[in-house]
């Protein structure tokens, strides 16, 4: 909370995420699996096996200090790999407290302190991880344009990369939503974290039959939200992470009404005591359309758009995928038929698709990641595993 301005409570949240990866990767460590299969020689059988890569080097944003770093972590020394992890500039003092728990561990457990590397440091830490040939795996979580630095500069010594970048996640509402689950899924999404995830829910998109009741009920939601000392269990919002990001919040409600927006909720950034540090923002709504380049980009702020749409569902997904990014998606519906639309080949192209819950948040039993300028990176569950091998 000190460091990047998490609520107590998400911080919470997000310290169990690290204890509930280490639980599945312990699990996980019994079941490194590979495949026998019969040969067209006679006599013959093959079979494969997954060896660590060894050096792995990760790369963490600020806006989850700790649980990306563990979801890698975690999963690369259960394969047999050692770490190098090169925190956020913004947050090293949540890396160096992890790296403190985990050498106090590997103590206890008579193993080498060196299993657990860190390096606080700006971006030329991470030039020098992207570059070096002794680390076959660079794991990058932060906005898409440095992931595309990454990918060009592991890819030209040949080295894999595994990147977790940019999203531009929407809620689809559709005539047959839950109108108070909508409303709880759909703030919950666009506020947490000050709008600061790259699961935070940037665009819903409703249908014009119910627009103006879920835009009545949202509008309502956001006048009742406390913006505040995130250390405050009374408080829903806290800071943004600095200066430039407020600058980008300013920019992006500019823009919007530029474009032929309209703001239902206003911004602006806060001042008083309290506030001194220039960093606490009011959480925005406008009404907007998709094409609009702002609406087109991620700002990492809490600025959330309304759009409508008047067909079925399948314009609604439509809309939902006409963006760069791929991470996180969700609709709201009690229809079955919706749901299986959304969730079928030719629905949602992200890499997490929701039905009656918000876009934000992840279970670590489940891979996590998404498409397109999103990465097409999988970290944490599933067979995720098999990246660090």
Not at 213 to 218: E, F, G, L, Q, R
Request: glycine share 12%; charged share 20%.
């Amino acid at each position: 909370s000190y460091e990047m301005g998490k609520s107590y409570q998400e911080g919470l949240g997000e310290v169990q995420e690290m204890i509930d990866i280490c639980d599945f990767a312990v699990g996980l460590s019994r079941q490194l699996h590979g495949l026998t299969m019969h040969s067209e020689r006679p006599s013959h059988r093959m079979y494969e096996q997954y060896h660590p890569l060894g050096v792995v080097g990760i790369i963490s944003a600020f806006n989850f200090p700790v649980a990306v770093w563990s979801w890698n972590t975690a999963l690369a020394w259960i394969c047999g790999d050692v770490c190098v992890w090169k925190p956020s500039e913004k947050t090293p003092l949540c890396g160096v407290a992890c790296q403190n728990i985990i050498a106090e561990v590997l103590r206890e457990n008579n193993l080498p302190e060196g299993i657990s590397c860190l390096i606080n440091g700006d971006y030329k830490i991470g030039q020098l991880l992207n570059r070096d040939t002794r680390v076959p795996l660079v794991s990058a979580t932060g906005s898409t344009r440095m992931g595309k630095i990454v990918a060009q500069e592991v890819a030209a010594r040949l080295g894999r990369s595994l990147l977790e970048l940019g999203g531009n996640n929407a809620i689809i509402v559709t005539p047959d939503a839950d109108v108070k689950m909508t409303v709880i899924g759909a703030v919950f999404g666009a506020v947490g974290t000050a709008g600061q995830r790259c699961t935070s829910t940037r665009r819903l998109i409703i249908h014009e039959s119910i627009y103006d009741k879920v835009k009545d009920a949202i509008v309502a939601a956001y006048g009742q939200l406390r913006i505040g000392n995130p250390l405050d269990q009374n408080n829903h919002v806290g800071p943004l992470i600095d200066t430039h990001a407020v600058e980008q919040y300013n920019k992006a409600l500019a823009q919007v009404v530029a474009e032929g927006g309209k703001i239902l909720v206003e911004g602006g950034v806060l001042s008083g005591a309290g506030y001194e540090s220039g960093c606490y923002v009011k959480p925005a709504i406008a009404e907007a359309k998709n094409d609009f380049a702002i609406v087109q980009h991620e700002t990492f702020a809490p600025v959330l758009y309304l759009l409508k749409y008047s067909g079925d569902v399948t314009e609604a997904i439509e809309i939902q995928n006409g963006v760069a990014q791929g991470l996180s998606s969700a609709i709201m519906t009690n229809n079955l038929r919706e749901a299986e639309a959304f969730l079928s080949a030719a629905g949602s192209d992200c890499g997490i698709a929701n039905v009656n819950i918000g876009t934000s948040g992840a279970e670590i039993g489940g891979a996590f990641g998404g498409e397109k300028e999103t990465g097409g990176g999988r970290e944490s569950g599933s067979d995720a595993w098999k990246v660090y091998m």
